[in-house]
């Protein structure tokens, strides 16, 4: 009999091309994951029309929706666990997880910021924020950064990083594409070195 497969949920806030890449790894046969769920912080996003398009469930999780922020949280728990789910990938998620599930799954729920961390993270420094920042500094090189969420913004263990020089011609709007590309690349091979247990 042959194992399954680590069962994963992506939770976006966008585009969803950080959740593409992954849907595009698991084809490839480079992620050893079935991707059961896609959570989205807002209807507008264009990640569920991706999902839509892979036949993945989705779901909108507006934690304002429930009387508290604990009941929030049970309740995203509770469908996390009712579909199984083994391991969280954030993927241009905007909002802080809940409590209750950042504990359930401690060690097991990643994100991909487009900074090298620690510099450049927390509340407020997401998208071109983080690039305009970069470029402002004078910084040589940026690059993204997955590491494995807790209750604070931006601050669990980093777990790899990519450099990516910054160019003196670059906007914001340059930079982040070339750091965008080498997301796309490396959140793959990090979830699965994570479920290969390759971070201890």
């Known amino acids: 009999m042959t194992s399954r497969k680590p069962r994963l949920a992506v939770f976006l806030s966008g585009g969803g091309t950080g959740f593409q890449s992954i ?3 698991t084809k490839r046969g480079d992620l050893s994951a ?3 769920w896609v959570v989205s912080s807002t209807k507008k ?8 398009k892979e036949g993945i469930e989705s779901f909108v999780f507006r934690a304002k929706k429930y009387e508290t922020p604990e009941q929030a949280g049970d309740v995203l728990l509770d469908k996390l666990k009712e579909r199984g789910i083994d391991y969280i990938a954030l993927a241009g998620y905007l909002r802080l997880l809940p409590a209750e599930v950042v504990r359930a799954y401690a060690g097991r729920i990643t994100n991909i910021h487009p900074a090298l961390l620690p510099k450049y ?3 407020g420094m997401y998208g071109h924020h983080v690039h305009e920042a970069v470029i ?7 690059g993204p950064t997955v590491h494995l969420v807790d209750e604070i913004y931006d601050n669990g263990r980093i777990l790899e990083q990519v450099r990516v020089p910054v160019q003196q011609s670059d906007t914001p709007d340059t930079l982040a594409a070339r750091v965008l590309a080498e997301e796309h690349k490396l959140y793959p091979k990090v979830l699965q070195k994570l479920i290969d247990g390759e971070y201890q």
């Open 23 to 25: 849907v595009d790894a």
């Open 121 to 123: 993270g927390g509340k």
């Open 136 to 142: 402002a500094a004078g910084d040589k090189e940026s």
């Open 34 to 36: 079935d991707i059961i």
């Open 45 to 52: 996003a264009y990640g569920l029309e991706r999902a839509a």
